[in-house]
């Protein structure tokens, strides 16, 4: 079955949703590529989505993975273009559109008034990523403890990620 | 213009554990193509748009160093390495995912997003909520999308309308002449 199409059309529409970051998507992207499409279950989104936190470079290039398994590698290819592409356009054009509106009263108002809007979106995707990850205890001690660290010292997160990934082994595995 | 692209690919492969640093370290103080100011007028444009902050950044860069091209060969350039990993990785966990030693190891990692994303949201309300009013619409954005089942647009579009307006610049303007 040819999924390239559907995944142009859903990662495009994802794109748009990135508001304040990749995870402001993440309620949607569970509705459409779990629920509507089954390209992977919701499990295997989660951990994508938390391995990709490893990676460098934009967080969300967990995206190519979802793309490979729907359809290869040009399914890969596409759900980069789809995902990157609107942004992208949209962005180059109001960022020349913006220098111009530097003393238009509404600039600071949009500013001001989507930034809740978008740290609630972030926080949104968070629980309903917490719903799938956090299953006991254990899990919520190992996000509670990440938590505590990163606002108290300066530290890689990735570092955190992979310490977490032994924390994972020694705890779950050994049990 | 491979000078561009280079770097940006340089960022795109090192910048573990998010990109804004490696940014500003590889931008501002090695190549200096920008001034501090112009980046944190670039990140706040980021920031409101749609679009990581990353490849937000890597298009507004680019374009001001070479025009579309320049976007262009930016956001290649920190796309590349991250897509080429995880296109791996997707593979590889497809193959081993659901070996037991691996299936403890993402129930660790999956844990430690949560506390990742947790802590971006803390320091991002910190950063840029002022008032009650600001976590009610927070609140509300987080009501509507977990609890009512509202699309994220909808959520989006209706408190974000809210919240523009609320911070109209008439009030604005108020506000800052109470001061």
């Given at each position: 079955?040819?999924?390239?199409?559907?995944?142009?059309?859903?990662?495009?529409?994802?794109?748009?949703?990135?508001?304040?970051?990749?995870?402001?998507?993440?309620?949607?992207?569970?509705?459409?590529?779990?629920?509507?499409?089954?390209?992977?279950?919701?499990?295997?989104?989660?951990?994508?989505?938390?391995?990709?936190?490893?990676?460098?470079?934009?967080?969300?290039?967990?995206?190519?993975?979802?793309?490979?398994?729907?359809?290869?590698?040009?399914?890969?290819?596409?759900?980069?273009?789809?995902?990157?592409?609107?942004?992208?356009?949209?962005?180059?054009?109001?960022?020349?559109?913006?220098?111009?509106?530097?003393d238009?009263?509404?600039?600071?108002?949009?500013?001001?008034?989507?930034?809740?809007?978008?740290?609630?979106?972030?926080?949104?995707?968070?629980?309903?990523?917490?719903?799938?990850?956090?299953?006991?205890?254990?899990?919520?001690?190992?996000?509670?403890?990440?938590?505590?660290?990163?606002?108290?010292?300066?530290?890689?997160?990735?570092?955190?990620?992979?310490?977490?990934?032994?924390?994972?082994?020694?705890?779950?595995?050994?049990? | 213009?491979?000078?561009?692209?280079?770097?940006?690919?340089?960022?795109?492969?090192?910048?573990?554990?998010?990109?804004?640093?490696?940014?500003r370290?590889?931008?501002?103080?090695?190549?200096?193509?920008?001034?501090?100011?112009?980046?944190?007028?670039?990140?706040?444009?980021?920031?409101?748009?749609?679009?990581?902050?990353?490849?937000?950044?890597?298009?507004?860069?680019?374009?001001?160093?070479?025009?579309?091209?320049?976007?262009i060969?930016?956001?290649?350039?920190?796309?590349?390495?991250?897509?080429?990993?995880?296109y791996?990785?997707?593979?590889?966990y497809?193959?081993?995912?659901?070996?037991?030693?691996?299936?403890?190891?993402?129930?660790?990692?999956?844990?430690?997003?949560?506390?990742l994303i947790?802590?971006?949201?803390?320091?991002?309300?910190?950063?840029?909520?002022?008032?009650?009013?600001?976590?009610?619409?927070?609140?509300?954005?987080?009501?509507?999308?977990?609890?009512?089942?509202?699309?994220?647009?909808?959520?989006?579009?209706?408190?974000?309308?809210?919240?523009?307006?609320?911070?109209?610049?008439?009030?604005?303007?108020?506000?800052?002449?109470?001061?």
């Amino acid at each position: 079955m040819n999924q390239i199409p559907a995944l142009a059309r859903v990662f495009a529409y994802l794109s748009l949703l990135t508001v304040g970051g990749g995870m402001a998507a993440f309620p949607e992207m569970k509705i459409l590529t779990v629920e509507a499409h089954r390209w992977l279950t919701f499990p295997q989104l989660i951990h994508l989505y938390s391995v990709g936190q490893m990676a460098p470079g934009p967080n969300m290039m967990m995206i190519v993975s979802i793309g490979e398994w729907a359809g290869g590698f040009l399914g890969a290819l596409v759900t980069v273009v789809a995902f990157f592409g609107p942004t992208a356009l949209l962005t180059f054009v109001v960022a020349r559109l913006w220098k111009r509106l530097e003393d238009w009263p509404w600039r600071t108002s949009i500013q001001r008034g989507l930034a809740p809007v978008s740290i609630g979106l972030l926080l949104a995707g968070c629980f309903t990523m917490a719903k799938g990850a956090i299953a006991g205890l254990d899990a919520a001690t190992i996000a509670v403890v990440v938590l505590l660290i990163l606002l108290q010292y300066k530290i890689n997160p990735a570092l955190l990620v992979v310490a977490s990934a032994v924390v994972g082994v020694l705890v779950f595995k050994l049990k | 213009m491979l000078d561009v692209f280079l770097e940006f690919l340089v960022i795109g492969a090192t910048s573990f554990g998010g990109v804004v640093p490696y940014l500003r370290a590889a931008l501002v103080t090695k190549r200096q193509w920008i001034d501090d100011k112009e980046f944190v007028e670039m990140l706040s444009i980021s920031q409101s748009l749609p679009g990581l902050n990353a490849t937000n950044m890597a298009i507004l860069v680019g374009e001001k160093l070479r025009g579309m091209v320049g976007s262009i060969v930016a956001i290649l350039g920190i796309c590349l390495p991250g897509g080429a990993l995880m296109y791996l990785v997707g593979m590889f966990y497809k193959m081993h995912g659901d070996h037991a030693w691996a299936t403890a190891a993402l129930k660790g990692v999956a844990a430690a997003a949560v506390g990742l994303i947790l802590s971006t949201v803390v320091q991002l309300s910190k950063k840029s909520l002022a008032g009650k009013f600001d976590f009610i619409f927070m609140a509300m954005t987080v009501l509507a999308v977990n609890r009512l089942h509202q699309s994220v647009p909808r959520a989006l579009i209706v408190v974000g309308i809210l919240g523009i307006l609320f911070h109209r610049p008439l009030r604005a303007q108020k506000a800052s002449a109470a001061r």
